[in-house]
């Protein structure tokens, strides 16, 4: 996630080059996207190109190793540090790897539509997808309605972190609605306390925090089904469906009293730090909200780490109406670009549930409901996949990267900046990301 969310910005600038005609590695297959039924006696290596870093990045290895080991074939692995622009050159130079792991199915769809990545079987749809949390199978299927991803990892954006000492020394309870979210934050404040650490700053991708705000917002107020509309571009930003997910938003970050710093500092706050401050003493913050991998290093401070399950606690975003569980999540979404045997049976195991990736990464969960949540490292980590992802009813993948890379890495992240920096209003920031959003081809 953290990777990702770094390297996707040299995307902007190279989405609308397109890519070149040249054919995929003879290699491999024919590259087209038919059913990737696995042909030829398979490869000795099999490369797996993928843009997450340490710690998951070792794990991963390691899991791989074994599978191929007992299979035969050896994986060659490359870290691509910008994934969008590094796997776009490779598939534009007939170059691709065999396997990709996708953090935003917009990307991979892009490819899908030009033939570029093969789609799962409909047998291997059926036995892998069956045990997916809800909603997963829906990310890696395409416009088509064919499935070309099914995730490899899950991460659950629907949070807000507090210090479990300062929070009870408040008296209050998290709430369990949106409304009973805005009333905290009144009696925290009336209390003399400042609610909220916000926190967008991510160098030249900042801004992209504030979508997963945004996100979660419109999956409550305006329901899944208008999520999926907004996502495609039918629903635009400035409608009455989605402009109040906005309104809701502008409530706590535009009263500074609200907001640890005031409004302004919101995109001067780095992302993965700008919550600490809840553990200050007395606490800079006392709500913080933000994905699971804030809670690995890099995130908390280390002497927090060192005694999550004891000083972290952490509570589901809460729905517009109590019981609803509706989760907003991410994941790497792992695609062939080749029906070579070995090619495929790797695929297919990083997308099963025996892929043990997860079993001891703090950031990312296994998105199969039946994974032994005893494996993960924590009771924080546990209580997040027992609780909230394996509970979800409804769980829609982050909007952001399933849109169009111009709005979903581009004007949705600079737009909303602009806005909470005071250089436009609400209207005008929605208009222009609306204005953005590629007109559907004839």
Not at 260 to 276: C, D, E, H, L, P
Not at 343 to 359: E, Q, Y
């Amino acid at each position: 996630m953290i990777t990702r969310r770094a390297s996707v910005t040299a995307l902007v600038a190279v989405a609308v080059a397109g890519l070149a005609s040249g054919c995929l590695s003879s290699n491999g297959g024919s590259g087209t996207s038919g059913d990737a039924t696995a042909s030829g006696p398979g490869k000795a290596t099999v490369e797996v190109m993928y843009g997450f870093g340490s710690p998951q990045e070792a794990l991963f290895q390691k899991d791989l190793n074994t599978f191929a080991q007992a299979n035969g074939f050896t994986v060659k692995y490359t870290h691509a540090g910008s994934w969008d622009t590094e796997i776009r050159s490779r598939v534009a130079g007939g170059n691709p790897p065999d396997v990709g792991l996708f953090p935003q199915p917009g990307l991979m769809c892009d490819l899908a539509k030009q033939k570029k990545v093969l789609t799962y079987s409909d047998a291997d749809v059926a036995t892998l997808s069956s045990d997916l949390v809800n909603g997963y199978v829906n990310a890696g299927t395409c416009a088509d309605k064919k499935v070309y991803g099914l995730p490899a990892s899950a991460n659950v954006k629907s949070l807000i972190w507090y210090d479990q000492a300062n929070f009870k020394a408040t008296g209050d309870q998290m709430p369990t609605t949106l409304d009973g979210l805005l009333a905290l934050n009144e009696q925290l404040k009336s209390q003399g306390k400042v609610p909220w650490c916000i926190a967008a700053e991510s160098g030249q991708a900042t801004g992209w925090p504030i979508t997963d705000w945004i996100e979660d917002l419109v999956l409550r107020l305006a329901g899944p089904e208008n999520y999926d509309k907004w996502v495609t571009g039918a629903l635009k930003f400035n409608s009455p469906e989605i402009k109040p997910a906005f309104e809701y938003f502008q409530k706590i970050a535009f009263t500074d009293a609200n907001v640890r710093g005031g409004t302004k500092s919101i995109v001067a706050t780095n992302y993965q730090t700008g919550g600490n401050a809840i553990f200050e003493h007395p606490p800079g913050c006392y709500l913080f909200k933000q994905a699971t991998f804030v809670a690995a290093k890099g995130g908390f401070p280390d002497s927090v780490l060192a005694n999550l399950d004891a000083t972290v606690g952490v509570s589901f975003f809460p729905p517009k109406t109590v019981g609803d569980n509706v989760v907003l999540g991410g994941g790497d979404l792992a695609a062939a670009f080749n029906n070579d045997s070995n090619t495929i049976k790797l695929r297919n195991f990083i997308a099963s549930k025996d892929h043990g990736i997860n079993a001891a990464s703090v950031g990312n969960l296994s998105p199969h409901k039946s994974f032994d949540v005893s494996l993960y490292p924590n009771e924080t980590i546990r209580k997040i996949a027992r609780d909230v992802l394996y509970k979800a009813t409804v769980l829609r993948f982050d909007g952001s990267d399933l849109m169009p890379a111009k709005v979903g890495a581009g004007s949705f992240w600079t737009e909303p900046v602009k806005w909470i920096s005071g250089q436009q209003d609400l209207d005008t920031t929605l208009n222009n990301i609306d204005a953005s959003f590629p007109k559907a081809s004839s």
